[in-house]
């Protein structure tokens, strides 16, 4: 597979592999005997942030798309269905394939699929209720789908009231707008669910649609701070990193250390943490967005991640981890050999990534530079 190295930014490829390699580490905890340590709770943790990175770095990359998009005179519902369409073809292929792979496996090992099984072809299955086991991983797509349709569409539908307002200002304002509302979404969560717990906080709050729309539009708002204050997002890159690093260990560390638990404040785990996590991350993006290169010894590894991270997100743990587990159970093996099983692990499901990411979603992905897409919407 050949790289063009030159047109990718280093700092966003590490951000990708991270994210990625964070969730597959939080997963990868099932191969070992339950347990309850200081090791489980950093790898259910894990699990959650790196999620969160997805979100903040696909919020940055479209909205630096929707904002050219949209100041661009040209700018009508045919512009709007084009970044659509170059968005589906770049997740919808593989996240149908996946799931309907999940269906049949789910058929061979006897599991019982989810009474509204339907919902996944829509992405509605966690929109407004708790995400089904089934799939377990796909929670983070209808976030994404739904992010893709409601900016775009919101900026479209606000030019019809012809403000006496300039484009680059009004995207700043649909973005605010946009954030606002879902915060308030959970502000509404937290008076209905006054007293929960973080198991049902996973997958009540963190894993719904409504609730978190916002965490991609924390990376939209950085990309527009990109690119209408660029000496500003220079200028101070390290000063936002440092910032952004302070506050993820802040959130992620000595929270945890001081017993700040939902239990006793469920107004922070319910309404703050999440944004502030957003924040956090999005406060990473000056340095790392102008990170363009680095040796080829961490170069190559990390851009190969990063190329398969969404491959490897959905084929990890429903595809990989399940199938490992139901034909080698791993609870009588001793902590050895559970360690040579996770590096099989790791190396089948990098490779089997690899592989679906070069016969079938970078095919697809390439479809949306075809000329019949682009002549369509000329």
């Known amino acids: 597979m050949k790289i063009d190295y030159e047109k990718r930014i280093f700092g966003l490829d590490i951000m990708r592999a991270v994210a990625i390699l964070l969730v597959v580490a939080s997963h990868a ?44 005179d040209d700018f009508n519902f045919k512009s709007v269905s084009y970044f659509w369409v170059r968005r589906w073809f770049r997740t919808l292929p593989n996240y149908y394939l996946i799931l309907l792979f ?26 407004a209720w708790e995400m089904p086991l ?15 349709i409601i900016g775009p569409l919101l900026l479209y539908l606000v030019l019809f009231f012809k403000l006496k307002i300039n484009r680059s200002r009004l995207f700043f304002y649909v973005t605010c707008v946009i954030l606002l509302f879902f915060f308030i979404t959970k502000v509404f969560y937290n008076t209905s669910h ?10 009540n709050l963190k894993a719904v649609t409504i609730y978190r729309i916002d965490a991609i539009y924390y990376g939209v708002l950085a990309a527009y701070l990109s690119i209408i204050r660029v000496s500003f997002w220079k200028r101070y890159r390290y000063l936002f990193l440092i910032l952004g690093g302070l506050m993820f260990l802040g959130l992620n560390f000595v929270v945890p250390m001081k017993q700040i638990f939902i239990e006793s404040h ?14 956090a991350i999005a406060c990473t993006l000056p340095f790392l967005s102008q990170l363009k290169s680095a040796p080829k010894w961490i170069l190559i ?25 139901h034909f080698f159970p791993t609870e009588a093996l001793s902590t050895s050999t559970l360690t040579i099983y996770l590096t099989i692990y790791i190396v089948v499901t990098i490779m089997l990534s690899y592989i679906l990411y070069i016969l079938f979603e970078r095919p697809m992905t390439n479809l949306r530079d075809s000329d019949r897409i682009k002549n369509h919407f000329k």
């Open 194 to 203: 006054p007293n929960t717990n973080m198991i049902f906080w996973n997958v």
């Open 29 to 72: 905890v099932w191969i070992f005997p339950p347990a309850k340590n200081v090791l489980t709770d950093l790898m259910s943790i894990a699990g959650v942030l790196g999620v969160e990175i997805f979100f903040v770095l696909s919020g940055f990359l479209i909205g630096r798309l929707i904002y050219r998009l949209f100041v661009n």
């Open 301 to 325: 590894p990390v851009t190969l991640i990063s190329l398969i991270s969404y491959s490897m997100y959905l084929i990890h743990y429903s595809v990989v981890m399940q199938l490992m587990k």
């Open 266 to 279: 469920p107004f922070f785990w319910n309404v703050l943490y999440l944004p502030i996590n957003s924040v």
């Open 102 to 127: 999940n269906l049949v496996l789910a058929l061979f090992l006897g599991t019982v699929l989810p009474d509204h099984v339907w919902q996944y072809a829509f992405f509605i299955q966690n929109f």
């Open 134 to 148: 089934f799939f377990g991983e796909s929670w983070s797509l209808p976030i994404e789908e739904f992010a893709y």
